[in-house]
Structures are given as structure tokens and as C-alpha cells.
């Protein structure tokens, strides 16, 4: 079953172990006061879309503009793809890191994502890990839909 076929999933829901979620915080926090950017792997299951793991990535947008920016590489993106397929897995999504902002996509972020993925953004607040939040983009609208992140279900 692929993440991308027919099988109806919760998007509103993303299941996210606390110990990936202290990862995620741990990079943000190290990154400060640049973005830090990564890939969501796991599987969606019985409808729950459950997070497995992380592919921590370079941010390779210009090093001036990466305190708002982030950017992964596209053969980082490939490789992830590759292995997660080897692993039974799919690219659920990514996440990135907001500087001293709230953990709300910026326009930039919705112009620049993609349906089925969950965009998932920690917010640093001068270098310390605050709110977690995940967006969906809705197809239709063309607009962001928040996900719920839980630790588990
Ligand atoms: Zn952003």
C-alpha cells in the first residue's frame, strides 16, 4: 500500500512519537537563529499517518536568507524517497524550524508546497523550542489545513 494510493488517511491527525518530537525541537534549537529543515518518514496505517523517523537535511537555501528560508536539497529529497521505499515507508512530509515566529506557514511556505504532504513547523523563541504545529494543503482551496500532532493515538 502506497502513501499516495487509495487508502483514505486522517490528515487531521499526525502521529508523532515525543522522542522525534524532541529531535525536531533539538535542531531547531541548534539551527537558531536559522532554519533548520528535514523529512518526515513513516507509514500511513489503518488511516493514522504515523511518523518513524527523521531525515535531518541541509538547508541549502542562500546562507543570508536562511533565518526565513529553508530549502532541501532535491537529491537529498530523491535519496529519502529511495529509502524510505526500501523500508516500506513513504516521505510523509517535512519540517522546519521558525525563528523567533510563530509556528504558522508564511506565505512562502504554502507557495511552496505540495498536496499530501505534512508540513510540520517548530517554532524557536530566542533559541528555545515553543509551540509544534503540522499543515496539510488542501487541494481544492489551495490553502493550508492544520494536523493535529499527538504523541501517539
Ligand atoms: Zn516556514
Redesign the pocket.
Known sequence: MSGSGGAKVNVNLLVMPAGLRRKIEAEGAAAYPN?CCGILIGRDVSGRRLVERLEPGQNVFAADERY???SIDPRAQLKADREAEAEGRVVLGFY???PD?PAR??E??REHAWPFYS?V?VAIAKGKPADMTSWVLDDKTNQFLAQKVVAED
Request: aromatic residues 22%; glycine residues 0%.
Open positions: 532554519e526565513h528560508r529553508f522546519h524550524s521558525h515566529h506557514p508564511s512562502y511556505d508540513y513547523i
